[in-house]
Structures are given as C-alpha cells and as structure tokens.
C-alpha cells in the first residue's frame, strides 16, 4: 500500500483552505447597492419668479450641457484630497448624472418662470425657443462632511441670437446628513440653486 507522506497532506490542506477563502472571498457578504436620484423642488415650494410680456408663455431650450468625464459613470463620486477621489460601488445613480442635470433643471426652470414650455437640448427633433441655456459644467461633486460645489459656465440667448448673457456660477451647499443621502442631498441643493440663478436671469431679459 502506498504511504501519503504528512509533507503532501500538509500540502493538501493548504490548497483547500486558500480555496475556501477565496470563495468567501468571490461570494462576499456586502449588500446590495443603493441607487440614488436627483429631484426638482416639488408642488412648486421653490416658488415662481414672476415675468412681464402678459399671459403669454415663454418658450426655453435647455442645453446642451457638458459634464466632466470624470462623472459620467453610475458610482457616486466624492473629493477625497486635492487630486483624489473615490467611486463608491454600492452608493449609485439611478440614471446618468447628465440626465438627471436635464431633468432637474428642465422641472424646475417651468416651476420657477410659470411656463409649460421648457425643452431639453438632447431631446430629438428641431425646437426653436424664446431662450436658450447652454450650460458647461465643470465641478459637480462633494467632499464628505464638507460641502457639495457645483461650478458651471453658462449663457443665455434671446430668439436665437448671440448670447445676450454670459455667466460663471460657483455654488455650495454644506452636507448636513451622513452617509451618501446627505452627499446626494446638499448636490440637490446646489443645483436647485443654479435653477434659480437662470431663472432670474432670463427674467432679466424680459424687462
């Protein structure tokens, strides 16, 4: 009968062990990921800017806008040191950050000036406005326990002219809830505020 010498048992159970850790490892025991959603202001809380030229309702075309690379990915971004970040793979968007840019601004720009007739750029077909926003963000991101910054680069055309405004908007919102609600809440927020910015801008037109 052959002998199985202890060297190659030893051997043996080595093997197994390695195995059975790095299946525990491949199965893991994280939980699902947590999908997040930027929203308009509600029931019109934000409250209407008032506008002149009568009852009739202005027209405005949102877009095009540019976000940095470095946001267009489902994982929620956050600043970790001056030229750090982190991805976080079970805190995500529920849609692109872009569409949901679009999205935001489009509901709360109609809420704000009174109008049904707001439009995004990336819809298909050809739409001529009163208004266009175009709109080139360069920093939408937020440092945990910090402040969320959305930086942006924008301006407004009347009938299709030359921009007849031109602008940089640096907003901050403070993170006052832990965890990524908070994160996901002061970037609403700053982005609520930018609403507003162009908002009152294009009501300046009208005057």
């Not at 921009?163 to 002061?186: M, N, Q, Y």
């Amino acid at each position: 009968m052959k002998r199985i010498g202890f060297r190659s048992v030893c051997s043996g159970w080595l093997l197994l062990c390695t195995f059975c850790v790095t299946l525990a490892g491949c199965t893991g025991t994280s939980g699902p990921a947590t999908f997040y959603l930027l929203r308009s202001t509600e029931n019109g809380s934000q409250g209407s800017i008032s506008t002149t030229g009568g009852s009739k309702n202005i027209s405005i075309l949102v877009g095009p806008i540019t976000l940095p690379d470095y946001l267009d990915r489902t994982q929620i971004v956050t600043v970790t040191g001056e030229h750090m970040l982190a991805l976080d793979e079970f805190s995500r968007w529920a849609e692109s950050l872009q569409e949901s840019f679009y999205r935001v601004l489009i509901e709360d720009l109609s809420s704000l000036l009174n109008t049904p007739e707001v439009y995004g750029n990336n819809q298909s077909g050809s739409i001529s406005a009163d208004y266009q926003v175009t709109i080139d963000v360069t920093r939408f991101d937020v440092v945990p326990g910090g402040n969320a910054v959305l930086t942006a680069f924008w301006s407004i055309s009347k009938d299709g002219n030359v921009p007849s405004i031109r602008r940089k908007s640096v907003l901050r919102a403070p993170v006052s809830a832990t965890g990524f609600p908070g994160v996901v809440d002061a970037q609403n927020r700053t982005l609520t505020a930018f609403s507003r910015d162009i908002a009152s801008a294009i009501q300046s037109l009208q005057r």
